[in-house]
């Protein structure tokens, strides 16, 4: 299965569709989307379309800059799938995930992040490979260093500890981008507004 991950779009109708000639190109069978899709909600066009024009099946989660309301919204104009708090399959591979962050706009708590990716976890429990996808970065990780004001959430780090993913997708730290890590067996990549192919 081969995704291409990207995050931290803030409606820039040139990167999105540049983003999806590069999903069309490699011919990916899943784009993710790991929040801030918007800039503070201002433009939700051309989200989402340029992808399905493409064909291609679209996942995401909202970061801080919209509300899970507007992801909702966008999933379903566009039969996406919203993340926060939910799982599904593709193929083998199973995708859970938590939106939000623990700052900016739209806050969730750090108790409220680990609930979403626990409860959404069970969805793909079984699957063969389990990819966790949340906007904000783990608490205790060489992302963390790269900026002193975007801290990382320690409800990511708690559900990588207790759940195990074989991935964790995320965005958030413009500064970090593209940056791979690793915590406990879960490898760990910021995919950033950059995008990354991602082979599973």
């Known amino acids: ?25 490699e011919n990916v069978d899943l784009v993710v989307l790991c ?7 201002r433009n939700t066009d051309n989200i989402i379309g340029p992808f399905v024009k493409k064909g291609k099946k679209v996942a ?18 566009y039969s996406a799938v919203n993340l926060h708090g939910y799982g599904f399959t593709h193929g083998e591979v199973g995708l859970f995930g938590c939106g939000g962050a623990n700052i900016g706009l739209f806050q969730l708590s750090e108790d409220e992040i680990f609930y979403h990716l626990y409860k959404s976890h069970k ?11 949340t906007h904000v970065h783990p608490a205790e990780s060489l992302m963390e260093q790269f900026s002193d004001f975007v801290k990382g959430s320690t409800g990511v780090t708690k559900a ?41």
């Open 160 to 200: 990588i500890e207790l759940l195990r993913p074989d991935l964790l997708l995320c965005s958030h730290v413009h500064e970090a981008s593209g940056l791979e890590e690793t915590i406990g067996g879960t490898r760990i990549v910021n995919v950033s507004k950059v995008g990354k192919i991602i082979e599973v």
């Open 60 to 77: 995401l989660v909202p970061g801080n800059h919209e509300t899970v309301a507007t992801a909702d919204f966008l999933a379903k104009k």
């Open 1 to 25: 299965m081969k995704i291409l991950a990207a995050g931290c779009l803030h409606s820039n109708s040139t990167l999105i569709e540049s983003l999806a000639e590069q999903a069309e190109m």
């Open 123 to 133: 969805y793909v429990k079984d699957a063969k490979k389990r990819i966790m996808v």
């Open 35 to 41: 929040g801030d899709l918007t800039l503070g909600e």
